[in-house]
């Protein structure tokens, strides 16, 4: 037996009498190609998904991104949800994270007293930190920084992906479905409207063999 296969052995034996469970091996998301630095965007979304999981894997229409998704096991689930968030974020904002759009129809910033603008990879705005904990933008901070400036703190793709995140959970413990008409915070998964990109978000999960039904 070569030296690595005998390493590979011994470990192994130790996972299995030592009861240590070896982290799972993920799939690169789709944010990843020719970009390999965004595997830290990957971990920390599939981190954030974790600590969600038995909220998230409520929702009784995963089924309409990843057809299998119910005969998965919960690593594979994981990764889907993951794949969800990048798909959506390509949408919002092109995987960008210093994008910015001013929303004049949804009136002044509580926070800035500035007009509404959504921001970063999932096109938050600092008016979500008034009623949601997770979301962590620091306005007294980021006043000293032009608009596109990027050491603004909603800007910080980590900051802003545990904030979309935890949006994204709180709407399906509330509803239990991704798509929804109302009370859906992204026009790109709300139901019936002009902006929806369900397939197009259905086709990058779908890339993935295990989500083909055999």
């Not at 009623?131 to 032009?146: A, K, L, P, T, V």
């Amino acid at each position: 037996m070569t030296n690595w296969k005998k390493i590979v052995s011994g470990l192994a034996a130790l996972f299995l009498f030592s009861g240590i469970v070896p982290a799972a091996i993920h799939k690169p998301l789709a944010w990843e190609k020719n970009n390999p630095k965004r595997v830290r965007w990957s971990d920390h979304v599939r981190e954030q998904i974790y600590r969600n999981f038995e909220v998230v894997d409520r929702a009784h229409d995963m089924d309409l991104f990843c057809p299998n998704y119910y005969n998965l096991n919960r690593d594979e689930r994981v990764d889907v949800w993951a794949q969800l968030i990048a798909g959506m974020s390509w949408f919002e904002s092109g995987w960008n994270k210093k994008a910015r759009m001013a929303e004049p129809k949804l009136g002044i910033d509580q926070v800035t007293g500035k007009t509404v603008a959504s921001e970063g990879l999932l096109q938050l705005s600092y008016t979500d930190t008034l009623w949601r904990n997770y979301c962590e933008f620091n306005w007294s901070q980021d006043i000293q920084f032009e608009e596109d400036d990027f050491r603004k703190t909603i800007f910080d793709p980590y900051i802003n992906l545990t904030c979309g995140v935890g949006i994204l959970t709180s709407q399906i413990k509330k509803y239990e479905r991704i798509v929804i008409k109302d009370g859906a915070y992204w026009s790109v998964i709300k139901k019936d409207h002009r902006n929806n990109k369900v397939p197009q978000i259905r086709k990058i999960i779908t890339e993935w063999d295990m989500c083909k039904v055999k």
